[in-house]
Structure formats: structure tokens, C-alpha cells
């Protein structure tokens, strides 16, 4: 079975950065769609970005779209999530998570997901 293990989120100022990073424990991570969702209290998990498997497209929510940008190291089992101009409603735990084998980046629902993270928790303050 698939491991995804998230780190690098962090008590951050509005306007600051953060990168977070999942690291997978499979070679065969390179064939699949990863995807970044994000769950704050109270609040359904939802999407914040995907990339396709070979690290081609990507797609995010409106949300994040310009702010944010997902990335891959095939080669280091890596998905990336850089985020830039963060707000305070982006205070949430975040989770990556794998998609369809060869899949696109157009995958933004959480039942397209299998295997997920732990999450790690990103904190905005104002």
C-alpha cells in the first residue's frame, strides 16, 4: 500500500509563503495524478490543486489560481505545493493525496483520490 507523508506547513503572516511537500513511498507514484486538498474546522475537504501524472497540466481552484502552484520530482517521489500571498482563510489542514493512474489534471473531486496523506496544518494569521 501506497504512504504519503506530508510536511512543511507551519504558523505563517498573511502575505507570507509556505511550500509544502508529500513524499510517496512507491516508485509507481510516477504513474499517478496527485492532487493538494485542503480541510478547514467545520468545513468539507476540498480541492485546492492537481497535476497531471506525468507533471504536464495542473488545474487549481479558483481559490488558490494565481497564488498557488503545484508541482512533481518524478524521480524523488515528490509532489510539491508552493504557496505564495497567503490569506487567513487559507488556514487549514492540507493533504495530498493520489489520483487516477495516467490521469489528467482535471481531477477535483475527493472520490477520484485514493491513498491519502496525514495532512499538515497550515495556520494564516491577519
Known amino acids: 500500500q501506497v504512504q504519503l507523508v506530508e510536511s512543511g506547513g507551519g504558523l505563517v503572516q498573511a502575505g507570507g509563503s509556505l511550500r509544502l511537500s508529500c513524499a510517496a513511498s512507491?516508485?509507481?507514484?510516477?504513474?499517478?495524478?496527485m492532487g493538494w486538498f485542503r480541510q478547514a474546522p467545520g468545513k468539507e475537504r476540498e480541492f485546492v490543486a492537481a497535476i497531471s501524472w506525468s507533471g504536464g497540466s495542473t488545474s487549481y481552484a479558483d481559490s488558490v489560481k494565481g497564488r498557488f502552484t503545484i508541482s512533481r520530482d518524478n524521480a524523488q517521489k515528490l509532489v510539491y505545493l508552493q504557496m505564495n500571498s497567503l490569506k487567513p482563510e487559507d488556514t487549514a489542514v492540507y493533504y495530498c493525496a493520489i489520483g487516477p493512474e495516467y490521469g489528467s489534471s482535471s481531477f477535483q473531486r475527493r472520490f477520484d483520490y485514493h491513498y491519502w496523506g496525514q495532512g499538515t496544518q497550515v495556520t494564516v494569521s491577519s
Open positions: 512507491e516508485r509507481t507514484f510516477r504513474s499517478y495524478a
